[in-house]
């Protein structure tokens, strides 16, 4: 008998993944491919949509398809986002991607955006002040910048819609997606601010709104032969990858919040009702009638990797291991980690990376433990925001690559407060998207849940009171220096 299965793909900022899952959930075959990120400027960040997005994607699929036996019965497709990719009528990518808001280019549209507009208004109807990780700015970027790009583009895609939009023929968005393209929608009213887009993309066409769930069509006859997935299977809209991996962990009713450990540190908490703050992003949630408060930090698990590099790539055992035995407070050095700028909580594209009071004693694991303990002061940040915007949180789910690195997780449970529960599976975002896939299909019931932790990471209490101490150590740091770093990045 022949095992239906689902197809979850997951499009990342350093990877593309894809998982076969029964409809109990249990993953019958994975696949990976790994890609970089294209950095061509300053200030930009890239990939190249037709070689990173689809070919990674066909590769996957033609990897896990044959996998399935006959069974495969839907696909769904997550990735990272708000990004943008300009595509001609036969959805073919006019220039390279332009990534979410570690790609921060689009200072001067912000400005002009929020002086037009209103910053006010914008925060109101949008639900989330103009920043880098807007997708408004970066188109009005592109209108200014490559106008001959711009009077060829037919449309905009980001990962999820442009893989659905090559299988299917569809041009939609998903309504969280469309959430994060201010100030293009109108939040409270769940559809495009008709008015604005004008005023902004002129008439450069929309796509059609759907929610994530939604079925958008059934595999082509074309993108079969190409893809080996048969032809006429369900695809559904789909999403932005950190939000399909809060699905993925059961991340779902209001008070939930999701820690995501990646290239960049990712937060998303349900809450019960519309609310604005000008450092957070208020969005749509996965389901229809949901809202979530999220926030992102610019770099996390890309911080680890670049001490270990310069460490002359060690093992990361070893460096975990020299890391752990480097005692809290890392003999004397605080961190900021805003190598890439910084999103939430600063909102500042020239913020700079610091590190303060290195001597000639400081070893490689004091390195990694003061980039540990970093991003546990910037999330603890970024939760006393969401407890002012929202409530604190009702529990808290840790996802993600980085939460195999258990001192990580532990700095970050001591720094807060707060207990995180750690899945099982830490696949992520491409397992989240197959569930999504499942229940559009209407495989499974809207309710399923295909989430288990494994266990969970309490706070330390005696380390508190360093860490407070610490953490107010790291407030000040970034008013005392962000005049120099800025002359600096100049």
């Known amino acids: 008998m022949t095992t239906e299965t689902v197809l979850g793909v997951d499009i990342g900022t350093s990877a593309t993944k ?3 899952v029964g409809l109990d959930g249990t993953i019958v075959a994975r696949a990976r491919r790994e890609h970089g990120l294209d950095l061509p400027r300053p200030g930009w960040a890239e990939h190249d949509a037709e070689r990173i997005w689809w070919d990674e994607f066909v590769s996957v699929c033609r990897e896990l398809a044959p996998q399935a036996g006959g069974g495969l019965r839907a696909v769904g497709v997550s990735g990272i986002g708000p990004c943008v990719v300009p595509c001609d009528a036969n959805l073919r990518p006019l220039r390279p991607a332009i990534l979410y808001g570690i790609d921060t280019r689009a200072g001067a549209e912000i400005a002009e955006l929020e002086r037009t507009l209103g910053a006010d208004a914008v925060l109101s109807r949008g639900g989330s002040a103009l920043s880098a990780q807007a997708l408004g700015p970066k188109l009005l970027w592109l209108a200014r910048n490559e106008p001959d790009v711009w009077k060829r583009c037919a449309g905009w895609y980001m990962p999820s819609s442009f893989i659905a939009g090559r299988l299917t023929g569809s041009y939609v968005l998903d309504h969280h997606s469309a959430s994060q393209c201010d100030p293009l929608y109108d939040l409270d009213q769940a559809r495009w601010a008709y008015d604005w887009v004008q005023d902004t993309v002129d008439d450069l066409p929309m796509p059609e709104l759907v929610w994530p769930v939604e079925q958008v069509g059934s595999v082509a006859a074309a993108a079969a032969e190409v ?6 299977t369900p695809v559904v809209a789909g999403t932005i990858d950190a939000w399909a991996e809060a699905f993925s962990a059961g991340v779902r009713a209001p008070g939930d919040l999701m820690l995501m450990y990646g290239s960049t540190m990712f937060f998303v908490q349900v809450v ?11 969005t749509q949630g996965i389901e229809r009638d949901s809202l979530s408060l999220a926030a992102g930090m610019s770099t996390s698990g ?3 990797e670049w001490v270990r590099h310069l460490a002359g790539d060690p093992a990361w055992d070893d460096l975990l291991g020299e890391a752990a035995a480097s005692p809290p407070g890392a003999r004397g050095l605080l961190m900021l980690p805003y190598f890439a700028g910084e999103r939430t909580p600063i909102h500042d594209p020239l913020a700079r990376g610091l590190v303060a009071g290195l001597t000639l004693r400081h070893g ?12 546990a002061f910037g999330a603890r940040q970024i939760l006393e925001l969401f407890a002012a915007a929202g409530g604190a949180p009702r529990r808290a789910v840790a996802v993600g690559g980085g939460t195999s690195a258990d001192l990580w997780l532990q700095t970050v449970s001591d720094v807060t407060g707060v207990t995180q529960q750690v899945p099982a599976e830490t696949i992520g975002a491409s397992h989240g998207v197959a569930l999504l896939a499942a229940i559009g299909a ?8 295909w989430s288990r932790h494994s266990h969970e990471v309490t706070p330390v209490s005696g380390n508190r009171p360093l860490y407070d101490h610490l953490f107010g150590l790291y407030g000040e740091l970034y008013p005392a220096t962000a005049e120099i770093v800025h002359q600096l990045s100049g």
Do not use: F, I
């Open 18 to 20: 894809g998982v076969l």
């Open 227 to 232: 893809t080996s997935l048969p032809a006429g």
């Open 272 to 282: 019960e009702a519309s609310t604005r703050h000008p450092l957070l992003w208020t």
């Open 302 to 304: 890309s911080l680890t």
């Open 364 to 375: 490689r694991g004091d390195m990694l433990r003061a980039v540990y303990e970093a991003t």
């Open 442 to 449: 209407g495989l499974v019931p809207p309710e399923t849940d």
